[in-house]
């Protein structure tokens, strides 16, 4: 398949401004965009100007929900070069998820091609202030206009870039988690280990429950006995017990993150034991309390390593190390920075540098 590039117009350009940046509210000029028939395969893969779609209301994915998607991030380096963070791991996860949704699978390499070139051509959005960086999304649909309780015949797969800082407005300090003990994000069996819309729709209530009553976000428990600790609405999370680090083990409910590998990887390499287990919430609390859980963080895309100052379960607060930031969380958030904005060396190879 050819990728072909829409000239753009000065006319269609924006104006770059980098000094207040919202998370996923500025968007770049271009976005990539390629199609799938049943019979004929993908087809005209394309970059061209950032702009609305136009859908029959009775395309699938609005009745039927069949959508997935991605989040990685593009780094600036010296000069104009830019570095992506482990993308082909991000394009691999996408088929899996695709293949849990019965969608059909993307040509990885062809894609991360056009992803180069697509972040290539948009380089001058890529902002360069302290913990800023080009956030990208890509998207995959079903778009058949036919409502019938089947998998789409028809797909769109699409990529858009946004120039973001600090995933959480209150930036690198320790979080406020409410422990959700009512709602369940997801089980074995079903959805929770993919990038499926849907996991995300269904967050939402549990969400707003958590800001309403002044925590940052959820931390889920398992659905069947609400017991077992899985991961936070957009993290995985990790727990340091008697100076190991601990996290939930993969069964099919929780994400396997990106972030949450490399941490793993890092830490190994930093001289950490890490430990992946089933981890009880009557294990974490007692282990706050009793002084033998010390610091709590989550890793994910967008917040990177997200450190976490107090958990609320049934209406009390458990606060980690006073609510400080705790010394492992504070070395593996700069390690992990500094390999991705180029200050330290890339001795894992998980930067694709382009030029």
Known sequence: ???????????????????????????????????????????????????????????????????????????????????????????????????????????????????????????????????????????????????????SDKYLFFIILSPVGAYFKNGFSAARILVEDTYSRACKGGTGYTKFCGNYGASLKAGEKAQANGYD?????????????????????????????????????????????????????LGYEVVERPIEIKEVLEGIESGRITEIFGTGTACVISPVGTLGYKGKDYTVNGGKIGEITKRLYKELTSIQYGTAEDRFGWMRIID
């Open 217 to 269: 976000q959820v931390l889920w428990l398992d659905a069947c006995e609400h017991k077992y600790v899985e991961e936070v609405g957009s993290m995985n999370i990790f727990f340091v017990i008697d100076g190991k680090l601990v996290t939930p083990e993969l069964q099919g409910s929780i994400l396997p993150g990106i972030t949450r590998e490399s941490t793993i990887e890092l830490a190994r390499d």
């Open 1 to 151: 398949m050819k990728l072909e590039i829409e000239e753009l117009k000065e006319s269609d350009l924006k104006e770059r401004r980098f000094d207040d940046l919202s998370f996923g509210v500025h968007f770049t000029d271009r976005m990539f965009i390629m199609e799938y028939d049943r019979g004929i395969g993908w087809h005209s893969a394309r970059i061209t100007k950032f702009q609305n779609f136009s859908l029959s209301p009775a395309t699938m994915v609005f009745h039927y929900g069949q959508a997935a998607f991605e989040g990685m991030k593009a780094y600036p380096r010296e000069g104009s070069r830019v570095a992506l963070f482990r993308p082909e791991k991000n394009l691999r996860r996408m088929n899996m998820s695709a293949e849990r949704l019965c969608m059909p699978p993307i040509d990885e390499e062809f894609v991360l091609e056009c992803l180069i070139k697509l972040v290539s051509l948009e380089r001058k959005w890529v902002p360069r202030g302290e913990g800023q960086s080009l956030y990208i999304r890509p998207t995959y649909i079903g778009i058949d206009p036919v409502i019938r309780v089947r998998a």
